[in-house]
């Protein structure tokens, strides 16, 4: 029995064969549904931009993916090392937290010259950026990070809850 082409299964129809004749995982927001009705790819590569909250710190997130690989490039503001005249204690333990971050971290903690306190994260991928590997890969990043994080917060005042939580482009 043959399908019409405005049947009901028909969309499901196309789900199977387009899933079926891809071995590759389907990436982040890569599908979109034609004029038709059909499901098709996107584009080769996909962008997604997005940022979150954690513990006081927003952090924003860049990836790009394609059928092959993936990328994901984290920033962070953790904040600004305190003045001299304001506590000496606490910006020598902020300095402190910063450098033992960056150890731990590979290199991922550093201040600016204008004593912003900054986590950058690049992460590169074999397969395609799917919603499982950036998740656990989002996870991962800040588990490793914590620690600092909640050590950090004890002497700077996160952005979010000083209120100005400005991310810069990554």
Do not use: C, W
Not at 3 to 9: K, Q, R
Request: hydrophobic share 40%; no cysteine; glycine share 8%.
């Amino acid at each position: 029995m043959a399908m019409e082409d405005n049947s009901p299964a028909r969309p499901a129809t196309d789900l199977v064969r387009f899933v079926d004749g891809r071995r590759p995982r389907i990436g982040v927001r890569s599908l979109a549904v034609d004029g038709q009705g059909r499901l098709t790819r996107k584009s080769d590569s996909t962008r997604l931009e997005f940022t979150f909250e954690y513990r006081g710190f927003l952090f924003a997130v860049r990836t790009e993916s394609s059928d092959h690989s993936g990328r994901m490039r984290f920033h962070a503001h953790l904040g600004n090392l305190p003045y001299s005249a304001e506590s000496l204690g606490k910006r020598a333990d902020a300095l402190a937290i910063v450098a033992a971050a960056g150890r731990a971290l590979g290199g991922r903690v550093q201040t600016t010259r204008e004593q912003r306190i900054l986590l950058f994260e690049e992460m590169r991928f074999e397969e395609p950026l799917t919603p499982v590997v950036l998740m656990s890969s989002t996870a991962r990043l800040l588990l490793e990070a914590q620690p600092f994080l909640e050590l950090l917060a004890q002497v700077v005042e996160p952005p979010v809850a000083a209120g100005h939580a400005d991310v810069q482009e990554i």
